[in-house]
């Protein structure tokens, strides 16, 4: 008879801990786009005026780590979107209308 409400708190304490997990994975994608903007400024103000020429156009010599730095940035806001997309599949109703 008390195994009928094992399940039940069970479902609270999964709940509770994906609440928390979120949260946790809220707070590292945001000081993870803080430091991707620390990096970027740096490389903004460290780096040279120089050009370099790519297909035979001048290209100014700190726009090509912005860019990977830039690249890194989408990458982690499209993990961030798929995890949030993981966790509303899991507890969600499962059915999908694509």
């Given amino acids: 008879m008390s195994d009928d ?53 001048p290209v100014q010599a700190r726009l090509l780590p912005l860019i990977v730095i830039g690249g890194l940035a989408l990458r982690t806001v499209i993990a961030r979107q798929a995890e949030k997309i993981r966790r509303q599949g899991g507890s969600g109703s499962g059915s999908s209308s694509l």
């Fill in 5 to 57: 409400s094992q399940p039940d708190a069970r479902r609270g304490l999964e709940g509770a801990i994906s609440d928390s997990a979120g949260a946790d994975l809220e707070r590292r994608f945001r000081i993870a786009l803080g430091l991707y903007a620390v990096l970027g400024l740096l490389v903004w103000f460290t780096m040279g005026e120089g050009t370099i020429h790519v297909y035979a156009r």
